[in-house]
């Protein structure tokens, strides 16, 4: 799988390569418009992260010119960075083709799981399924199976569930969790108790429905989602 | 008191002792003036007398002339008697008083004999022809000066327009117009002169404005990117192996702060953004889908809390708005009402066609009332609050002329936070 990440701030860069890297996909970087330009041209990229603010061209013009431009590209799934959380660029950046819109600061774990499910949607059309272990997962229909059985889970239980599975074997702490399932809606509200009460329960749910515990805390302070203990 | 009149005023305050003074001035002239005519008048008919004397062409003693005049009667000696002016009156038998007579008295002395000789002249024409003269005088510096006044009322309207005009573009001068004002020009030198160093101001103003708004915009703008920067630097720090307990709650704790600190720039940049009016884009906004919606949204965590969420929404109400910020005002409102309600007790949460109310229990307010909406006033219970939450509320509302109100119930310790929609359009 090849990423092309186009972000002008060289620390950005440095940690969402890294990670991406771990995460064994071959990550490209460009940090201006002009290479990114370039580098848009030269290869075929799988997922593309662009940074819409850059320090010589405008993000946005990067698009329309991918949309023009190769056939080679077309296919390529597109997940817009953006320091500004402004509703228009949002709703001209989806109008613009991209796939998902995510706002600075994110979480690695967060980038991660839009980038999957950019992924699964461009290039495994037929195929939703995301399995772990036990569990699969209809993204689709959001529908949850363990061993071929159906669990009913909420929404949020469903968002947690994905977010774990896109994660597995990383410490994702309290606040990178809350933060991915409930956005800014819970800012300032004490939601790690909540968050422990939801965790709890789509533990629970999994077990009963015959899952082994994949779960775990680890270090007080984060989860970790393994097949192995 | 406008200028006009204060002039106008000041113009008949001068006016009165001026025309008074002016008056008696030029009545004392006239007099003096015909005095010294008649006077003139009066030696030259003594001289006059005293050639018809010599001449033996007048016969003495004899009444010439009404009043006795010229009045010549033989007298002893010389005498001491030099020509004296007088001032008399005498009684004028035709118009039945008193008139007043100027007299010349003089002793003449022809070869050996002396004569007294008096020559009159009735004054009276002459008194009224001085009064007559001052009178009309005053009166045609009266009637000019209110001519001049009248006129100079109408000249100093016309003169003033340029500045009235300008006087009303200051007025509507708004510093967040999105047009800037053009203060208009003006043929007199000084109000032109005027306008050009308004113009001049209220562009230098403007700048100065667009600047600090772009400079909040980018101060909260640059500071995304460092926070973004230690964010993803705490994950990858979080990746490595091994950690201990300790180091893992340090970055969590960091973690929590960074968030803290990204939600209080948005909402600081919100706030701004507010503030300056970036928020066009008006539509008609289905207030009751979004209030069921955001109930909806908060209904979990309210029930994590214990809350019992009452909620009545009337169908069909909407409010022209723009969208976004309709749902920052209500989910403000909300969350304030889901973090400070007392745990297991009812939130009533009601929308009319006329109001959205939020009613939730909970202790008095820690802080005086009025400072419920400032900006930074936390309940000290909660630190970890921006305490931003109502005063973009607030100010959201002042945007769409929509009324805030809050009141608090003692007796039943009720919270009663409301929107009164009555107020706009």
């Not at chain 1, 077309?74 to 509703?87: C, E, F, R, Y």
């Not at chain 2, 001289?47 to 009043?67: C, E, K, M, N, S």
């Not at chain 2, 809390?305 to 109400?317: F, K, P, T």
């Not at chain 2, 609050?385 to 109100?405: K, M, Q, V």
Request: charged residues 20%.
């Amino acid at each position: 799988m090849k990423i092309l990440l186009v972000e002008d701030e060289p620390a950005l860069v440095a940690a969402i390569s890294r990670f991406l890297e771990e995460e064994h996909y071959v990550v490209t970087t460009a940090t201006t418009y002009a290479s990114a330009s370039t580098a848009m041209h030269d290869y075929a990229y799988d997922c593309i992260v662009l940074d819409i603010g850059l320090p010589d061209g405008n993000g946005l013009d990067l698009i329309r010119q991918l949309n023009a431009g190769s056939a080679d590209t077309g296919t390529a799934g597109l997940i817009i960075i953006s320091a500004k959380d402004s509703l228009d660029d949002k709703l001209l950046g989806l109008e613009l083709g991209s796939d998902d819109y995510i706002t600075k600061p994110f979480h690695l774990p967060e980038l991660n799981a839009r980038i999957k499910s950019v992924l699964r949607r461009r290039l495994f059309g037929g195929n939703n399924l995301i399995t772990f272990g036990d569990i699969t997962v209809d993204s689709l229909s959001h529908q949850v199976k363990v061993r071929h059985q159906s669990i009913e889970l909420t929404e949020k239980e469903y968002q947690l569930l994905v977010f774990f599975m896109a994660n597995p074997n990383r410490l994702l702490t309290k606040a990178a969790i809350a933060e991915y399932v409930w956005g800014d809606y819970m800012d300032g509200a004490d939601s790690h108790d909540f968050l422990y009460t939801h965790i709890k329960n789509l533990r629970r749910k999994l077990i009963d429905g015959g899952c082994p515990d994949y779960l775990r805390t680890r270090y007080g302070a984060g989860y970790l989602f393994s097949k192995t203990a | 008191m406008t200028l006009l009149r204060k002039t106008l005023l000041y113009l008949l305050l001068v006016m009165l002792p001026v025309a008074l003074g002016g008056g008696w001035l030029f009545d004392t002239l006239i007099r003096r003036g015909i005095y010294y005519e008649i006077d003139e008048q009066l030696s030259s008919d003594l001289a006059y007398i005293q050639q018809q004397l010599i001449r033996q062409q007048v016969t003495v003693g004899q009444d010439h002339h009404l009043l006795d005049n010229p009045h010549i009667e033989p007298v002893a000696g010389p005498g001491q008697l030099t020509p004296v002016y007088s001032d008399t009156t005498e009684f004028d038998w035709r118009e039945h008083n008193p008139v007043p007579v100027r007299q010349l008295k003089a002793i003449l002395t022809v070869g050996d004999k002396h004569y007294l000789v008096v020559v009159k002249q009735a004054m009276g024409e002459f008194d009224e022809i001085a009064r007559l003269l001052s009178i009309s005088v005053v009166g045609g510096f009266m009637l000019l000066l209110g001519l001049l006044v009248v006129l100079n009322s109408w000249v100093s309207k016309r003169l003033w327009t340029p500045f009235f005009t300008l006087i009303e573009q200051l007025r509507t001068f708004r510093l967040d117009a999105s047009e800037p004002v053009r203060f208009s020009g003006s043929s007199i030198a000084e109000f032109d002169h005027l306008s050009a160093t308004l113009n001049d101001m209220s562009q230098n103003l403007q700048q100065q404005y667009q600047l600090q708004k772009a400079f909040t915009e980018h101060a909260a703008h640059e500071l995304q990117t460092p926070l973004a920067v230690i964010t993803t630097q705490l994950d990858q720090l979080l990746g490595t192996e091994p950690l201990t307990g300790e180091q893992v709650a340090l970055m969590e704790s960091a973690q929590h702060s960074v968030r803290r600190l990204v939600h209080l720039n948005k909402s600081l940049l919100l706030l701004t953004k507010v503030e300056n009016q970036q928020f066009a884009g008006l539509q008609t906004v289905d207030l009751s889908s979004l209030a069921a919606q955001q109930c909806r949204q908060f209904a979990l965590y309210a029930a994590h809390r214990g809350l019992d969420w009452q909620v009545s929404i009337a169908a069909g109400v909407t409010r022209r708005l723009n969208p976004y910020l309709a749902d920052v005002m209500f989910s403000n409102l909300l969350k304030n009402a889901m973090l400070h309600a007392t745990a297991n007790t009812n939130v009533y949460i009601t929308l009319t066609a006329s109001s959205f109310t939020i009613r939730n229990t909970g202790e008095p307010l820690p802080f005086p009332e009025d400072q419920l909406f400032s900006r930074f006033v936390k309940h000290p219970a909660r630190p970890d609050s921006t305490g931003l939450g109502l005063a973009i509320t607030r100010e959201i509302a002042r945007r769409y002329d929509i009324a805030l109100n809050y009141r608090y119930h003692n007796d039943i310790q009720e919270h009663v936070f409301m929107l009164d929609f009555q107020t706009s359009q």
